[in-house]
């Protein structure tokens, strides 16, 4: 049994977790992702974990100082954690079509009776993972109060995106907001996802970036060179799996623009 790394001091790791795209159905590469970082890191002189740290409480590690590296959401990063993280950088996603290291959401409906513009969500019910979701929540949030609408039914709490998917496609929502890297994992993986549309996007936002603790402040740029590395290595099979194609080197004032109050109060004044 492999002993876990200790956080707190007199250990030579800190933890490390890729939440936020750590499907089932593909953690046998996102381990092997992993690897192949942790190879990297230590020919840099950087040890590593030998794993992912799946047991722990995410939020948790991330305000951690000895993290050694995970992957956190660009609005929480704004709004909660820059000031207690470093930022290492912003994987890329070709395969949704937005600029190396940015994404956007996904708005999604069932197929029968989907919304053609975003006035037809007027009583509609929305489906959100949580309130501090970028791609679930305050990108769909900024883009129904510029539009000037306000749908009436109480939005409905998932968790996840899995489950916001999975909520729409039963009826117990009507739409949803769904990070594009998701959504192509959903479209290989959920069943769920055929009996949904996607009938509008929201403007690109920087993607979700990789965090590492304030132990390890001096080396943020080190271990951006170890995961870039770690990525132009992968082998075909994998690199398609995690859908990852490069790393951007993202800075703080990047994500300044996601700390902008939230107009929830115009938008679902039953969730202020």
Known sequence: ??????LEGGAATGAASLPMYDWPEIR??????WQAVREQLRE???E???????RADPETLWSNPALLLSQTCGYPY??????KVTLVGTPAHAVIGA??????SVLVARKIGAPRHLADLSGKRFAYNMQHSQSGFAAPVRLLAAAG???EPAPLET???RASILAVAAGKADWAAIDAVTWELAKRHEPATRELTVFARTPETPALPLITGLRHAGQADIIADAFEAAIAGLDQQTRDAVLITGLRRSRPHDYAPLAAPLPVIEVFPNLA
């Open 1 to 6: 049994m492999t002993r876990p790394p200790t």
């Open 28 to 33: 046998d590469a996102t381990d092997r992702l």
């Open 44 to 46: 840099r002189g950087i």
């Open 48 to 54: 590593a974990p030998e794993a992912l740290d799946r």
């Open 78 to 83: 704004a709004t909660m954690l820059a000031d």
């Open 99 to 104: 600029e190396p290291g940015r994404y956007f």
């Open 149 to 151: 609408l306000a749908p």
């Open 159 to 161: 968790g996840a995106h």
